[in-house]
C-alpha cells in the first residue's frame, strides 16, 4: 500500500511561484513513475508533469517553461516548482505514483492540494 501526502498549496498573485511536495509512504521504487494531475474547477483532471526514475520528465504544453518536477528517491518524495502562474493553473493538485508490475500498473493519488492563483 502506498500513501501520498501533498502540501505547498495556496494562494499566489499572478506572476508568482509556489513549490509543491508529495511525500510518498509504503513500497515505493525508484523505477515508479511519480508525477503531478490538476483539476481546474468544473474541467476534468488533466497531466501537468511526470518523472520517471532515471531522471526523465513530460510536461504538458501549457506549463513547459513555466514549471519543474523533480524527485528525491532517497526520501521518496517529488516536487513540482511553479513559477511565471497565471490564474488558469489555479486548480487542485494532486501528486500521482504509477507502480509497475511487467505489463500491467496500477495508480495511488494524493488528496490533493489547492492552487489558487488570483490578485
Known amino acids: 500500500q502506498v500513501e501520498l501526502v501533498e502540501s505547498g498549496g495556496g494562494l499566489v498573485q499572478p506572476g508568482g511561484s509556489l513549490r509543491l511536495s508529495c511525500a510518498a509512504s509504503g513500497s515505493i521504487f525508484s523505477t515508479d513513475r511519480m508525477g503531478w494531475f490538476r483539476q481546474p474547477p468544473g474541467k476534468q483532471r488533466e497531466l501537468v508533469a511526470n518523472i520517471f526514475g532515471i531522471g526523465i520528465t513530460d510536461y504538458a504544453d501549457s506549463v513547459k517553461g513555466r514549471f519543474t518536477i523533480s524527485r528525491d528517491n532517497a526520501k521518496n518524495t517529488v516536487f513540482l516548482q511553479m513559477s511565471s502562474l497565471k490564474p488558469e493553473d489555479t486548480a487542485a493538485y494532486y501528486c500521482?505514483?504509477?507502480?509497475?508490475?511487467?505489463?500491467?500498473?496500477?495508480?495511488?493519488w494524493g488528496q490533493g492540494t489547492q492552487v489558487t492563483v488570483s490578485s
Open positions: 500521482n505514483v504509477r507502480h509497475y508490475t511487467g505489463p500491467t500498473y496500477k495508480d495511488y
